[in-house]
């Protein structure tokens, strides 16, 4: 049995995060940045670009990625990963949405490789 167990905190709502924006969840000693896109999909990042921690949450959203406003690195939403030829990650975690009501689970991450 490869069963997954998964520890769901509600984090609020859709509504509560504008679209193309983020909100801040301050957890475990870091800060996890929620994001959601113009078509209201929505990913938690650790707010800390992988460059020179720049925070994440203050950037641009856009196609699926995050520009950090420090250095102007693209950040995969999904993953967490720099996008182009820039090269490092930041912690991706799961998310999913109920009835609009944000979830997400700390316990498991997109670890950085």
Request: proline share 4%.
């Amino acid at each position: 049995m490869n069963a997954e167990i998964r520890n769901w905190i509600q984090i609020g709502s859709l509504e509560d995060i504008p679209r193309q924006g983020a909100r801040c969840v301050k957890t475990r000693g870091m800060t996890v940045a929620v994001f959601r896109t113009a078509t209201d999909d929505v990913f938690a990042l650790e707010d800390k670009c992988p460059h020179k921690k720049g925070p994440l949450s203050q950037g641009i959203v856009h196609d699926g990625c995050v520009t950090c406003p420090l250095h102007n690195w693209v950040i995969s939403l999904e993953t967490g990963a720099a996008q182009g030829a820039d090269d490092g990650r930041t912690l991706a975690f799961p998310v999913r949405l109920e009835d609009s009501r944000i979830y997400i689970d700390l316990s498991h991450s997109h670890e950085a490789v």
